[in-house]
Structures are given as C-alpha cells and as structure tokens.
C-alpha cells in the first residue's frame, strides 16, 4: 500500500517531542477534482474515502476538551467536497478558532461549490490555496490542461470579496511545490516574483507566498521509484538538513486526524500508516484522545522528515529558516 514505506522507517533523524497541543489538522477525504503528480495523498476524482459526521462530532467534542487549541486546519483531497465542512467550520468558528481552508482554488466552479466563497469570506476562513507556479505552463504541466485559468477565476473571485486586500483581514496565502526532485527555492524572493507577476499581469493580490518541499511518499515517491530519482532525491534531502529548523516543525504543536478519525504526528505518517499508537498498540482514535495526554510524547520519525528540515524548511505554514541560494523562478 505504501510504496515508499520501507525505504524511510530506518532512520538517523533526530529525536522530536510533542509540546502542547495548538493545531488540528483534519483531513476531510481524499475525494479532489483534480489529480497531481506531486500529491502526497493520491486524492483524485475518484476517491470515495471521507470524514463522516459521526467523526466530525468527536472532533467537535475532542476541541471542546482542549483549551489549548486555537486552530483546525481543513485539507484532503478537496475538503470542501466533504458534505460535514460547513458544519465543521460553522462550529469551530462559533468557538472562536482559527479555521484554515486548503484550497485547490479550481473547486470553486465545481458544481455545489459556486458559493464556497461567499461562504469561506462570511466566516473569515483563512485561505491556504494551492499554485504551484505563477506561470501557465508550469501550472498546466503539473495539475493538467486548463488548471491555471481556472486557478486565476478563484483568485480573482476571492480578491473581489476581499481576500488578499489590505485592511480586509481576510487571508489568501499561496502554496508553492517544486515540479521534480529538487528543492524549492528561498520563499521571500520568490513571493516577491509571485506578487509582481500575478499583481501586474492579472491585477491579483495575495498576502504570502509558503514553499514547500516535495515529500517522497505516495505517488511522488512511487514516481521517484520508477524514475530512478529517489535515492538521489533523499541524499538532497539528507544533504541540506538543518538542526535549526527542529524546533520549528509541525509536529510539534499539531496533530493530524484521518478521515476515520485516527491520530498521527502529521498528515504525511498519515499516509505512510505511521499512526500514534493507544494503549494497547492500535491506533489511537481522538474519541479516546485528550490532548493534555499527548503533551511531551515522542513523535514517530522516518526518513521523508528530512523533507520538513531541508535547506529552509518546509511546514504547513511554509518555510521555517533563511536560505540565500537559487534564482527566484517557480520554473526552476
């Protein structure tokens, strides 16, 4: 099932530990209208897996237990093809809690979705949406024919109702992956390249730019396999790890819960089956979960962690260093 699997779980990365709990990261289903090479949980059209409402009410009950958490951060697949993710932001926002939306920015033209935006604006969710490049091609070549003009029509719906605009407090921020089995380059210049780019020749705005690097599980690993290209690309990874990104990884503050409900240290040892274990060595569902209870554990390792400490870093929220090498182009 995990193609990559073996070739990680034998590792030299450093010992982590979990701090208090902050973020939920809840992974909605692995149904997506789109199907990318670089897709680090094989969502597609065709995927039928999701979060049910059962689920979502022990989520729901999980929050309530847990003062320290500020922020539920909704992917998938397309989360918003999840029937529960209304529910789930209406109630987490009615707490006060951050909510962040991973938006392939092409599922808002997608039949049922035409009002997500007006949706996602009224309640203030935090958009997280996905381009891999400012430039069409690119674009195209990575997450098919016609994926970049309808990425431009969600950017420019979601400017028109403030996202992205000065003084809106409406955040539209946008995810860069490199095309192959490199490393992407620094963030800074390139959300400079991205805000001239898209601002001058399609009038959009948005507030940062996040950079992530490739991770080399499921069908990005399974494509480096057959490539030939993965023991090259984790002596990369390997190569351009910093010990000063450690404390600032993902996993030290959030969990990641699968559309089951079952709990890992972060969405990529989801895919992996990497999961953090219960009492008796099963799985460890958040209905028999508290967060104060997964405070100072161990986080499970591997190999594709090398991927989050790379060079200038890699989370969620995007790169966690400083580096000053590589041009500024998303082609590279």
């Not at 997608?110 to 203030?124: S, T, W």
Request: charged share 15%; with cysteine.
């Amino acid at each position: 099932m995990h193609a990559t699997l073996h070739l990680l779980t034998h590792t030299d990365f450093p010992a982590l530990t979990r701090r208090a709990v902050e973020s939920l990261q809840l992974n909605l289903g692995y149904r997506c209208n789109q199907s990318c090479l670089h897709c680090h949980v094989n969502a597609g059209p065709k995927r039928t897996e999701e979060m049910t409402a059962e689920t979502i009410d022990a989520v729901l009950d999980f929050v309530a237990a847990s003062p320290g958490i500020t922020t539920i951060d909704l992917t998938g697949g397309a989360p918003e093809l999840n029937p529960q993710f209304r529910r789930m932001v209406v109630a987490a926002r009615a707490r006060g809690l951050r909510v962040i939306d991973r938006c392939n920015l092409t599922i808002l033209e997608e039949p049922g979705c035409e009002d997500m935006a007006a949706f996602l604006a009224a309640h203030r969710v935090e958009i997280v949406a996905s381009l891999p490049c400012y430039l069409e091609e690119n674009v195209d070549q990575q997450r098919g024919n016609g994926v970049f003009a309808a990425s431009l029509r969600g950017l420019q719906q979601l400017n028109a109702l403030g996202y992205g605009r000065e003084g809106s407090g409406l955040s539209l921020n946008l995810v860069y992956n490199p095309q192959g089995p490199r490393l992407p380059p620094p963030q800074a210049a390139l959300q400079a390249a991205y805000k001239q780019h898209l601002g001058e020749k399609y009038g959009i705005a948005f507030n940062e730019l996040f950079t992530l690097a490739n991770m080399p599980i499921q069908r990005f690993g399974s494509t480096l396999i057959s490539r030939g290209q993965f023991n090259a690309y984790m002596s990369t990874l390997r190569a351009a790890h910093r010990d000063d990104n450690l404390p600032h990884v993902m996993c030290r503050s959030l969990i990641s819960v699968d559309w089951q409900g079952y709990l890992y240290d972060c969405d990529f040892n989801q895919q992996l089956g990497l999961a953090i274990a219960d009492s008796r060595g099963g799985r460890l569902h958040i209905s028999r979960a508290s967060a104060a209870a997964l405070e100072e554990n161990a986080i499970r390792i591997a190999d594709h962690c090398y991927g989050c400490t790379a060079g200038q870093g890699s989370s969620c929220s995007g790169a966690l260093g400083h580096e000053t090498a590589a041009a500024p182009s998303c082609g590279t």
